[in-house]
């Protein structure tokens, strides 16, 4: 079973040139399907899975109290991964095709003000290394709107200081995101000051290092913008996609166009950016009702 799913994750790599975060939650997926068959329903080959094991899997998933969106994103590995195996051979028939996924509440992001971000950027003082780092992470983060993935993997050589922009690449995906003035005299005090004492003499090509001179981690910029947070004493459960989805609402609330923010974000699809445009014009909404005589 695990030799099958080790193909399907090299036909996603070279064959359709999926992300990695996408190779790693279907394998993911995929591994804990596995287990379950193995486990409690004493299956050890995909030929011998049936229709009614799957939907015993959807019924352990939800006992279990895993979330509707992980749930669905499990329907989704299996049905790409039965696909494949239907296609290839591998399976009589793709028996995933009656697997529905539970409906998912769309849930409008949370997002910062323009006051509440300013004073999540001002909390980072003073000039010592770590400082230094913090406040150029947090100002590239809401200047330019990208995933914390993308943030903490940037390279040396993406970050163009003299055009004032970071490139940004996933196998086949790649695009360029400019920033702001304020964004890059942060970036320039790093570079100039704090990132050759954080790196004690050692050579790394990542842009951003830890207080040991190693690549940042997702775990350790976590900490960083939890604290900061806290400081500023924002309510908000703040995660680093809070800062995405705040760069997102600004722009368009300032009269951004929904194509630009789209290339910005990465998003394949519009209608993924599609959710800034309708918490503005909510936003603008609640302001009219508030403030017009003639609500």
Not at 31 to 53: F, I, S
Not at 261 to 289: C, F, P, W
Request: charged share 30%; hydrophobic share 35%.
């Amino acid at each position: 079973m695990e030799n099958a799913i080790q193909k399907f994750i090299r036909y996603l790599h070279k064959t359709k040139k999926a992300s990695s975060n996408t190779e790693i939650s279907y394998e993911r997926d995929l591994k804990k399907l596995q287990k379950y068959l193995m486990e409690e329903q004493q299956v050890t080959k995909w030929e011998q899975v049936t229709a009614t094991n799957l939907n015993s899997y959807m019924l352990y998933l939800e006992r279990e109290k895993f979330a509707a969106s992980t749930i669905s994103r499990n329907v989704a590995s299996i049905r790409a991964f039965y696909q494949y195996m239907a296609k290839k051979g591998m399976v009589p028939a793709d028996i995933s095709e009656e697997l529905k996924p539970p409906k998912i509440e769309k849930k409008v992001p949370d997002i910062l003000t323009v006051s509440e971000v300013d004073l999540l950027l001002r909390q980072p003082k003073g000039d010592s290394a770590k400082g230094l780092r913090d406040k150029a992470m947090l100002e590239l983060l809401y200047a330019t709107g990208i995933r914390v993935s993308e943030l903490i993997h940037l390279k040396t050589d993406d970050v163009n200081m003299k055009m004032s922009y970071i490139h940004c690449s996933d196998r086949n995906k790649e695009r360029i995101i400019p920033f702001g003035n304020t964004a890059k005299k942060a970036l320039s005090a790093y570079v100039d000051k704090g990132r050759k004492e954080l790196l004690h003499g050692m050579d790394c090509e990542d842009f951003f290092v830890n207080c040991s001179g190693k690549p940042m981690s997702r775990q350790g910029f976590w900490k960083v913008l939890k604290s900061y947070a806290k400081d500023a004493g924002i309510e908000v459960d703040i995660t680093p996609q809070t800062l995405r989805h705040s760069f997102a609402t600004h722009l368009i609330q300032n009269g951004a166009d929904l194509k630009s923010v789209q290339e910005m974000l990465g998003h394949a699809d519009i209608s993924t950016t599609q959710i800034y445009l309708n918490m503005s014009i909510n936003k603008m909404r609640e302001v009219y009702t508030k403030a017009h005589p003639r609500k």
